[in-house]
C-alpha cells in the first residue's frame, strides 16, 4: 500500500539526475533542430509525460506489475506484429506504428522495458530451477520470438541492446558459473566466425547497408562512404575542444550548422553536445550517466527481494549499454547503429519508456532493506 512506504528512502538524486539530462537534451535538441519549435514542443512533452508516469508508477508497488507479465509480454509480441503489417516505413525500415492521439510511436522502445519487467518475474518465478536445461531454454524462446520480430523491422541495433539487457538480468538472477561459462564458450567461436564470413560477404541474413556500417569498422580507407557520418561526428567533436563553440551559435566553421551530419537530434546528438558543449559538456553528461547506473546498482543490492534486483539491474544494463553505445558510434568506437541517447535524443518513445522503467526502479528504492549500523 501507499501508506507503507516509508518516503525518506525516495531516492530523490536518481530524480535530479534524470531531470539534469532531460534539460540538456531540451536544449542541445534545440539547437540539433534550428530551433524548431514544433521539435522542441514535442521533446518537452515527452518528458514531463515520461516524468509524470515515472513518479506515478514510482508510488505503486512494482510487484502488482509483475503480476501482469504475462499480459505485458504479449503486447509487445502483439505491438511488433502490428509493426511489421501495419507499420510505417522509413528509409527501408519499419520501426513505427501510428496510434490514435498518442501519434508515430516505436514500440521497440518499450519492448525493451516490457522484457525487463517479463524476466524479471520468470527468473524470480523459477529461481529454484534456474540452471535446469527447461528453464533456460524457455527463457531463451521467450527472449527469441521479440528478438526475431525486431531483427525483422530491420532493426539489429535495438536486437542487439535486447540482448544485452537480457544476459544482465541472467547473470544477476544467480544462474550458475557452469552456464555463463559454457556459453561464453560457445559464443565466441560463433561470432568469430560470423565475423570471417561477414569480411566474405557470406551472411544472408544481414542487410547490405548493416554489412557496410560493420565492414566500414573493420576497413575505414576501402569503406569511407559508410563512415561519412561518423567522421564528420569526430571531427565535430573534437571541434569544440575545452568549453564548445556554444548553444546555438551561427559560426560558419560548426560542422552542424554546415549540415555534414544526418539525424543529429537523435543518433549523432553526441556530436552536437561535444561540438556546442566541448569536453566539458561531454563529461557532465557521461558522468550524470554513470550516476544513474550506479544509483540503479545501489538500489538493486538493496532491493528486498529477486525481482527487485533483477528490475534495477535490467535498466542498469539498459543505460549503460545504450549510452555507451550511442557515444561510442559518435566517436567512432562503434560501428554506426542507430541509437538514441537515453534522456537526451529527440523521440517521444525512447523518452516514455525509459521514464517508465524509471519508474519501477524508483518504487524498488522506495521498499528497500533497510541498512543496518
Excluded at 525516495?10 to 535538441?29: D, E, K, P
Excluded at 547497408?209 to 569503406?223: D, H, K, N, T, V
Excluded at 544509483?295 to 544494463?317: F, I, Q, V, W, Y
Amino acid at each position: 500500500m501507499l501508506f507503507d512506504y516509508d518516503f525518506k528512502n525516495y531516492n530523490f538524486r536518481l530524480l535530479a539526475y534524470m531531470t539534469a539530462l532531460s534539460v540538456i537534451g531540451i536544449l542541445v535538441v534545440r539547437s540539433a533542430t534550428n530551433m524548431d519549435t514544433e521539435a522542441v514542443t514535442k521533446q518537452m512533452l515527452g518528458i514531463l509525460v515520461g516524468m509524470a508516469i515515472a513518479i506515478c508508477l514510482s508510488l505503486v508497488d512494482y510487484h502488482k506489475i509483475l503480476n501482469f507479465s504475462t499480459v505485458i509480454y504479449l503486447i509487445c509480441i502483439g505491438s511488433l506484429v502490428a509493426v511489421l503489417v501495419w507499420g510505417k516505413s522509413v528509409n527501408n525500415a519499419r520501426r513505427w506504428i501510428e496510434v490514435p492521439v498518442l501519434g508515430q510511436l516505436q514500440p521497440s522502445e518499450f519492448v525493451k522495458i516490457g522484457l525487463i519487467i517479463t524476466f524479471s518475474w520468470y527468473f524470480t518465478k523459477y529461481q529454484e530451477k534456474i540452471d535446469k536445461v527447461t528453464t533456460v531454454v524457455l527463457a531463451a524462446v521467450l527472449f527469441g520470438i521479440p528478438a526475431m520480430l525486431i531483427f525483422e523491422q530491420p532493426n539489429l541495433s535495438t536486437c542487439l541492446v535486447t540482448l544485452v539487457i537480457v544476459l544482465g538480468i541472467v547473470f544477476a538472477s544467480g544462474i550458475s558459473y557452469r552456464w555463463i561459462l559454457g556459453t561464453l564458450a560457445a559464443v565466441i567461436p560463433m561470432v568469430s566466425t560470423c565475423v570471417y564470413l561477414l569480411l566474405h560477404g557470406m551472411i544472408p541474413f544481414i542487410k547490405e547497408y548493416q554489412a557496410g556500417r560493420i565492414l566500414a569498422w573493420f576497413y575505414p580507407e576501402q569503406y569511407g562512404e559508410a563512415r561519412y557520418q561518423q567522421n564528420n561526428s569526430i571531427i565535430a567533436i573534437g571541434s569544440g575542444q575545452l568549453k564548445g563553440k556554444g548553444l546555438y551559435n551561427t559560426t560558419i566553421a560548426s560542422v552542424k550548422n554546415g549540415n555534414f551530419l544526418s539525424e543529429e537530434q537523435t543518433d549523432f546528438i553526441f556530436a552536437v553536445i561535444g561540438e556546442e558543449l566541448g569536453f566539458i559538456g561531454c563529461v557532465i553528461v557521461i558522468v550524470l550517466f554513470l550516476l544513474i547506473v550506479y544509483e540503479c546498482l545501489m538500489m538493486a543490492a538493496r532491493a528486498k527481494d529477486l525481482s527487485g534486483r533483477l528490475l534495477c539491474t535490467g535498466m542498469a544494463t539498459l543505460i549503460a549499454f545504450q549510452s555507451f553505445a550511442n557515444i561510442a558510434v559518435a566517436t567512432g568506437i562503434f560501428p554506426n547503429t542507430g541509437l538514441p541517447l537515453p534522456f537526451i535524443s529527440y523521440g517521444s518513445s525512447s523518452l516514455i519508456s525509459i521514464f517508465i522503467g524509471m519508474g519501477l526502479v524508483l518504487n524498488v528504492g522506495l521498499q528497500r532493506v533497510p541498512r543496518h549500523y
